[in-house]
T-cell receptor, first 114, second 111 residues
């Protein structure tokens, strides 16, 4: 069964550094998402992306964040200057073009900012 | 904010049916009910979804009340691997409306 894959599984970075989290959505999916989950807290929506542009973003997704689909398969989340509070699990998700198509999630990247 | 209410936690004996309730009294006519689960710190896993009819797949059954204000997810024969946090989410009929997660129900399956 096709799945969403995310790399790396764990990323450690120093405060102030840029990080890029990578995702390969399911191949025929059209809608892409990033979520994050701080340890012990809820899964929070960050941003959705369709047709090469952002569809919706939350208050968390400020100017430090950006997303890109650089080619036909990858979907990336960039954090320009990481802060300690960016430490979290980051999940990528995708879904198809049917209106009730469920989102499918990857297993996440654990980002640790030191 | 999540539009659903779920119990914080539940226990279920291994091999028995696990029945997880969810209230969504303000659900709109164009909103589906989705169920996901999260095992430890893995990514949320899709289980099942429905609009108004009961649904069944290889993982679970979804029973939606006639007034659509509540639903129950049924795992017919719970195993230890079903221990997870289960999320009930309502989502409009739309291609890219994001899911909004609440706190879910922590289901513990006990041997």
């Amino acid at each position: 069964e096709p799945e969403v894959t995310q790399t790396p599984s764990h990323q450690v970075t120093q405060m102030g550094q840029e990080v890029i989290l990578r995702c390969v959505p399911i191949s025929n999916h059209l809608y892409f998402y990033w979520y994050r989950q701080i340890l012990g807290q809820k899964v929070e929506f960050l941003v959705s992306f369709y047709n090469n542009e952002i569809s919706e973003k939350s208050e968390i997704f400020d100017d430090q964040f950006s997303v890109e689909r650089p080619d036909g398969s990858n979907f990336t989340l960039k954090i320009r200057s990481t802060k300690l509070e960016d430490s979290a699990m980051y999940f990528c998700a995708s879904n198809g073009d049917r209106s009730n198509s469920p989102l499918h999630f990857g297993n996440g990247t654990r980002l640790t900012v030191t | 904010d999540a539009k659903t209410t779920q119990p914080t936690s539940m226990d279920c004996a291994e091999g028995r049916a696990a029945n997880l309730p969810c209230n969504h009294s303000t659900i709109s006519g164009n909103e589906y009910v989705y169920w996901y689960r999260q095992i430890h710190s893995q990514g949320p896993q899709y289980i099942i979804h429905g609009l108004k009819n009961n649904e069944t797949n290889e993982m679970a059954s979804l029973i939606i009340t006639e007034d659509r204000k509540s639903s129950t997810l049924i795992l017919p024969h719970a195993t230890l691997r079903d221990t997870a946090v289960y999320y009930c989410i309502v989502r409009p009929l739309s291609g890219n409306t994001p899911l909004v997660f609440g706190k879910g129900t922590r289901l513990s399956v006990i041997a």
